[in-house]
């Protein structure tokens, strides 16, 4: 029986010996390097390529708006209102750019015996202004002088600024655009900005406008 083992264990052995494991040859080893470098740099170079471009956001700001400026308040005007009215004699209150129409009313109306005719109830009222309904029959009584005649620039019509001196018809228009456009006047300097009116024709108006 140890003959039979030892034939078997020398059999075992030439077969090892005549069939040996072949060893991987430098040429061999560095062909398989290149490959596996090959394949590193090409992965890394597809993900570089493949990679999304980063999404930029741009934040616009908000267009900015002009804020628009506080609104003056105009003081409320004060008159006298005398003559044919239920209430005459009375001095009143109201708001400003009030017209003749709206001191009547807040005197009680008119008497039966008024000349309406010979009022202009649709005028703009000023500080200080006196209004007064005749009778009938009666002649009409002018208000109370206050501080001689001027022209109320902030309502006054073209016919009206005509009539003053170094404004015709073509300076009346572009006085009025100009307020149309910029709101009323508040003093004589804001009239030197209309085009046409310099300080030589502000010097002939001193005196002869009110700026309520």
Do not use: C
């Not at 708006?65 to 004699?89: F, H």
């Not at 039966?112 to 202009?120: G, I, R, S, T």
């Amino acid at each position: 029986m140890w003959g039979a083992l030892f034939s078997l264990h020398d059999v075992r052995s030439s077969f090892m010996n005549d069939n040996p494991r072949p060893e991987p040859s430098p040429r061999n080893t560095i062909i398989a390097f290149a490959i596996v470098l090959v394949a590193l740099i090409g992965g890394a170079a597809l993900l570089l390529t493949s990679r999304p471009q980063p999404v930029q956001i741009t934040i616009n700001p908000p267009v900015p708006t002009s804020t628009p400026l506080p609104t003056a308040t105009i003081a409320p005007i004060t008159v006298y209102v005398t003559g044919a009215v239920q209430k005459p004699d009375q001095t009143i209150t109201l708001p400003y750019r009030s017209r003749v129409q709206d001191a009547i009313n807040a005197v009680g109306g008119t008497t039966a015996e008024a000349d309406l005719e010979k009022v202009n109830l649709a005028d703009y009222l000023h500080d200080g202004d006196q209004v007064h309904v005749p009778v009938k029959g009666q002649a009409v009584e002018l208000p109370t002088p206050s501080g001689g005649v001027v022209v109320h620039i902030n309502t006054a019509t073209a016919e009206e600024l005509d009539a003053l001196p170094g404004i015709g018809p073509t300076l009346a228009r572009d006085i009025i655009a100009y307020r149309d456009a910029n709101g009323m006047f508040k003093g004589m300097s804001d009239l030197d900005n209309v085009p046409g009116i310099g300080p030589s024709l502000m010097e002939q108006l001193q005196g002869l406008l009110a700026f309520d």
